[in-house]
Each structure stands twice: as structure tokens, then as C-alpha cells.
Nanobody, 124 residues
Framework: QVHLVESGGGSVQAGGSRRLSCEASGGTISTKTMGWFRQVLGKDRQFVAGITGNGGFTRYADSVKGRFSISRDNAKSTVDLQMNSLKPEDTALYYC?????????????????WGQGTQVTVSS
């Protein structure tokens, strides 16, 4: 059973940057695709970015393309999300997730394990 813990959330002004980190324990993630999702209260959880096990492929939601960057360090069992040029609409609870699938799914049903989330608030 993989246990995921997110960190790095907080408050930031529009235009600023924030780096989220997800640390995995209880199992290896080096062969697993990892993803970041976000959720606003009252709305569905949405895909933000994903990365394959070896880091060779990444995928981004159109809304964050060019601003966010996902990376991983399998030796440390961590997956990071670098968020630049933040906008108020990026405000959400951000979740890390892992999946047994080899591809980068964009649906919550594609992922097996989830963290508790870390809040990011972007003020204008």
C-alpha cells in the first residue's frame, strides 16, 4: 500500500510561484505513473499534471500548460509540481496520486492511491 503525503501549499500572490512536493512511502513508486489533481470546494477533482514512472513522459491540463512543471526523483520517492505565474483560479486543494497504469490518465478513476491534499491559495 502506497502512502502519499503532499507538502508545500500555502498562500501566494498572483504572478508568484509555489512548489508542491509529494513523498511516497510503503511501496515503490519508481514504476508507477504519478499525477497531481486539484479540487475546488463543490466541484469535481480535476487533473493537473502527470508523469510516467521513468519520468520520460509528462502530460498537463491545458489550463496549466506552460506555467506548471511536474518532475520526480525516484531515489527519494518524491514527485514535485513547480507552479509559476499563478492565477487566482489556481486556488484549490492539490492532491498527489499514483496509479498502476503505465499511461498518464486524466480521470480520478485511473488512480489507485491518493494523498490528503495541500491547499494553495492565490490572491489577486
Amino acid at each position: 500500500q502506497v502512502h502519499l503525503v503532499e507538502s508545500g501549499g500555502g498562500s501566494v500572490q498572483a504572478g508568484g510561484s509555489r512548489r508542491l512536493s509529494c513523498e511516497a512511502s510503503g511501496g515503490t513508486i519508481s514504476t508507477k505513473t504519478m499525477g497531481w489533481f486539484r479540487q475546488v470546494l463543490g466541484k469535481d477533482r480535476q487533473f493537473v499534471a502527470g508523469i510516467t514512472g521513468n519520468g520520460g513522459f509528462t502530460r498537463y491540463a491545458d489550463s496549466v500548460k506552460g506555467r506548471f512543471s511536474i518532475s520526480r526523483d525516484n531515489a527519494k520517492s518524491t514527485v514535485d509540481l513547480q507552479m509559476n505565474s499563478l492565477k487566482p483560479e489556481d486556488t484549490a486543494l492539490y492532491y498527489c496520486a499514483s496509479t498502476y497504469y503505465l499511461g498518464i490518465g486524466t480521470s480520478t478513476s485511473d488512480y489507485n492511491y491518493w494523498g490528503q491534499g495541500t491547499q494553495v491559495t492565490v490572491s489577486s
